[in-house]
């Protein structure tokens, strides 16, 4: 299998773990499956991408010490995940972010690579598809971003993508990443105990 080239513009990596977990019953980021927190995997997939940092929003700083990143609080509180990506620009070194949820335990490393290949200076945001609907929280986002997103926070509409189509967007849909991830995986995010024990059925999987 072919790598994707790195790219070399700087770029930082930002784990996003914030959330409620209502409907897991339990703070997901230190779920287990196969022996490691969900946060682990996250960590371990995401290291040695050739990012100049790696850094972790979240509220419950105390918590996540013991994962030895610097950590960041939400710049403004109760904005849910987009409130998270924009603390993750405002706070990162670089320019481009790649932001991760932290509830994401098959992110893929050559899919990664394979949008970090995508930076480039005509380009606000780079993100996978499926089904034609973007992954807002396995995406790569530039600080041209901090505005519209800002705006957005401001009139409390909190969906994501509502204001790509003010961005320049690179879209990876199904077939630009087949071969590094045919059947999805990357972007399944475990929210309930359902989709928990589905998860481990797959991690154990052939």
Avoid: W
Wanted: net charge negative.
């Amino acid at each position: 299998m072919t790598r994707a080239n790195e790219a070399s513009t700087p770029f930082s990596l930002a784990i996003i773990a914030g959330g409620q977990s209502r409907r897991m019953g339990r703070d997901k980021a230190f779920v287990d499956l196969g022996g490691k927190t969900l946060i682990e995997h996250v960590i371990e997939r995401g290291a040695d991408l050739g990012q100049a940092e790696t850094i972790l929003i979240t509220n419950q700083p105390a918590d996540y010490e013991q994962l030895g990143l610097p950590m960041f609080r939400d710049a403004l509180p109760g904005k849910g995940s987009l409130g998270g990506i924009y603390t993750a620009l405002l706070k990162a070194a670089s320019e481009f972010v790649l932001v991760l949820a932290c509830d994401m335990p098959f992110i893929n490393s050559d899919l990664l690579r394979l949008m970090i290949a995508q930076i480039h200076d005509d380009i606000d945001i780079i993100v996978p598809r499926v089904d034609g609907y973007p992954q807002g929280l396995h995406a790569i986002y530039r600080q041209t971003c901090l505005i519209p997103i800002r705006v957005q926070l401001a009139a409390n509409r909190l969906k994501i993508i509502r204001f790509y189509d003010r961005m320049r967007l690179r879209y990876l849909d199904e077939a630009d990443y087949a071969e590094f991830d045919p059947a999805g995986r990357s972007f399944a995010n475990l929210n309930t105990p359902e989709e928990l024990e589905q998860a481990r059925l797959l991690f154990h999987a052939p």
